[in-house]
């Protein structure tokens, strides 16, 4: 085995990202702020259909100024999908509050929206207090049930933070995610369908929100010729360089959605043959930019364990993982109250995502079916 190892999620260049990084040498807008963040920021407003965006340095950064900016403090209830990364839920606590997660239902492994009002009106009802947020995750780029669930949130004044950190480029009923809720972001991380080599960005139709973001994010400076402070700030702007990076990236999303929509295809259509093996599906008015192709592995139908099939890609030097381990099974976590179906739990135990870089080439995606069909 000595072919080149076969990644979950690579980087993928477009070719102008360097022009933008270049000009920010020879201008020397190399720090702090520079054209290129304006640029990043506003294309990125143009692309979801809204109205101000802010460009930060992580999208866990993004969901900590969000939290800040709608007044989450200590002890305050905060409702957050349990099937998702900790990036999701880690500014929850990083603001002394508490998270309070809710499980997913089996269409698009998001967050559940009945379970979501019960969930409100048990926390009202044990506690005499209504959560003060929801964060809201649109994982693999599959669209949660977004119209129902701020729906539900609106009846009971919750503002939503939707976490479409893998989601950009997806939209529901031609709607990009992110632009529902009261607040959405985004990441750039190395992973993600495009990246900044690190990055996030918060965006909002509230004008103040996204400029109370930006003042935040520069350790909360108040205008005056020295530096003045009259609240806790943070070190949180994407730098003038990652912007151009970003930059180049914004040009070639559609095509990287193409590209990832690609794999998913590739796979159904190779894979379609084994039994005991499923695709996460489109429901209708969903558009999902197929971040990662995720399967899902019934161990009885398909006679191996999703960890059968991990470890036989692995053999052949292929990066698989399953998938997110729910919240309310971290160790972190374990005290924190949860509504749960059982719905990510069987998700986790059963379900792996492929590799889904979107310059996979279809000899490494031949590979990839070759070493899971091997094993079947
Ligand atoms: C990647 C990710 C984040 C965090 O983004 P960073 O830019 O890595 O901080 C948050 N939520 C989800 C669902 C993610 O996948």
């Known amino acids: ?30 720090a702090p702020v520079g054209p290129n963040i304006n640029a990043f920021e506003d294309g990125l407003a143009a692309y979801n259909g809204v109205g101000y965006c802010a460009a930060l340095s992580s999208g866990t950064a993004a969901i900590h100024l969000a939290l800040i900016i709608l007044g989450i403090k200590h002890g305050d209830e905060v409702i957050c999908s349990t099937f998702t990364f900790s990036g999701s839920c880690n500014p ?23 379970l979501l009002e019960e969930a409100i009106i048990d926390r009202i009802r044990r506690t005499g207090k209504t959560p003060k947020a929801i964060i809201v995750v649109h994982l693999y780029g599959m669209p949660a049930k977004i119209v129902d ?27 990009k995610l992110g632009t529902f809720g009261d607040m959405g972001i985004y990441s750039f991380n190395g992973n993600k369908i495009i990246t900044t080599s690190g990055g996030g960005a918060l965006v909002s139709n509230n004008p103040t929100w996204i400029q109370k973001a930006k003042f935040l994010a520069t350790q909360a400076r108040d205008p005056a010729p020295h530096y003045q402070h009259s609240e806790i700030g943070f070190n ?58 995720t399967i899902l592995v019934d161990p009885v139908q398909f006679g191996k364990t999703r960890e059968d099939l ?50 996979l080439t279809i000899s490494e995606r031949r590979s990839v079916v070759k070493a899971l069909g091997s094993s079947a």
């Not at 508490?98 to 089996?106: G, K, M, T």
């Not at 360089?241 to 690609?262: F, M, T």
């Not at 998938?323 to 059982?342: C, D, E, G, R």
């Open 1 to 30: 085995m000595n072919r080149k190892k076969i990644w979950l999620s690579a980087p993928h260049m477009g070719g102008e990202e360097i022009k933008f990084v270049q000009e920010a040498f020879n201008t020397n807008w190399v």
């Open 92 to 114: 929850i606590a990083y603001q002394g509050a508490v998270p309070v997660f809710v499980d997913s239902e089996a269409e698009t492994w998001n967050m559940d929206p009945e």
């Open 149 to 175: 669930i701020v729906t539900i949130a609106k009846r009971y004044g919750v503002p939503v933070i939707e976490d479409a950190a893998e989601a950009l480029g997806s939209s529901f009923r031609g709607q």
């Open 236 to 293: 949180y702007r994407l730098s003038n360089i990652c912007a151009g990076i970003g930059l180049g990236q914004l040009r070639v999303l559609d095509e990287r959605v193409h590209q990832r929509r690609g794999n998913f295809s590739f796979y159904k259509s190779e894979l379609s043959g084994l039994s005991g093996i499923r695709f996460l599906e489109e429901p209708p008015d969903a558009f999902s930019n197929r971040w990662l192709t």
């Open 310 to 359: 991990r470890l036989a890609l692995e053999e052949e030097n292929i990066e698989s993982r399953p998938l997110w381990k729910p919240m309310h099974l971290q160790p972190v976590f374990k005290n924190a109250p949860s509504y749960i179906n059982n719905c990510s739990e069987v998700l986790f135990k059963n379900g792996l995502c492929l590799p889904s870089s979107s310059n």
